[in-house]
C-alpha cells in the first residue's frame, strides 16, 4: 500500500514547481513525472513493499526532476518532504558541472547505488518512460548510445525491484525497433 495523500501533495508540488515546462514531445512535463510515478506504483505493489517504502519511491518518482530542470532546492525538500526524500532527488540529479554526459551519468549511478532500492527504481522508471519513440530529430548513433546507456542503467541498479528491471529489459529489447543497421 502506499498514501493517497502523500501521492496527491508531492503531485501538486511538482505541478507548480515544472510550471510551463514541456516534455522533449512538447507535452506538459507532467506527462513525464505520472507516467515515471505509474510504472513505480505498480511495481511497489506487485513487489509489496510496505507503506513507508512505497511512499519513498513515490515520492522520488514525483519529484525526481525539480532539482535538476526547475530552481527548487534540496534544502527546500528536506524541509518539506524530510531528509530521505531530498538526499533521493538529489541522487537522480546529475552533477552539471562534470563535463561530459557520461561522467555525470556515471556518477549520479554511483551515488544512487549509496541510496535505498526505492530510490534505485525511480531511475528504472524514469529509463523505461524515455524508451518510448525517440525524438525525431535523433540520428542513429544517438538512438543507439540511448539504448546502451539504457543497458548500463540496468545493469548497475537492475538488483532494485524485478519487476522493473524486466520492464526496462524488456524496452531495450524493443528499442532494436528504432535502430537501422
Ligand atoms: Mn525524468
Known amino acids: 500500500m502506499f498514501s493517497q495523500e502523500n501521492y496527491i501533495e508531492v503531485l501538486e508540488f511538482a ?11 512538447g507535452y506538459p512535463y507532467l506527462a513525464h ?6 510504472e513505480v506504483i505498480n511495481a511497489c505493489e506487485k513487489s509489496n513493499l510496505d507503506e513507508k517504502k512505497a511512499d519513498l519511491a513515490i515520492s522520488c518518482a514525483l519529484l525526481h526532476d525539480v532539482i535538476e530542470d526547475t530552481n527548487i532546492t534540496y534544502d527546500e ?19 552539471k558541472t562534470l563535463s561530459s554526459k557520461q561522467e ?7 551515488r544512487l547505488l549509496t541510496q535505498p532500492y526505492e530510490v534505485q ?18 540520428d542513429n548513433k544517438k538512438i543507439k548510445d540511448y539504448q546502451k546507456e539504457a543497458s548500463f542503467i540496468l545493469s548497475c541498479l537492475g538488483n532494485s525491484n524485478i519487476y522493473l528491471s524486466n520492464r526496462l529489459k524488456e524496452k531495450i ?9
Open 77 to 95: 525538500l528536506y524541509v518539506k518532504f524530510g531528509e530521505d526524500v531530498a538526499n533521493g532527488v538529489e541522487a537522480l540529479t546529475k552533477d
Open 121 to 138: 527504481m525511480v531511475k528504472l522508471a524514469d529509463r523505461i518512460t524515455n524508451l518510448g519513440t525517440p525524438p525525431k530529430h535523433w
Open 173 to 181: 529489447e524493443n528499442y532494436n525497433n528504432f535502430i537501422k543497421e
Open 104 to 110: 555525470q551519468m556515471r556518477d549520479s549511478i554511483e
Open 33 to 38: 513525472i505520472t507516467s515515471v510515478a505509474m
Open 15 to 25: 505541478t507548480i514547481a515544472h510550471g510551463e515546462q514541456k516534455t522533449p514531445k
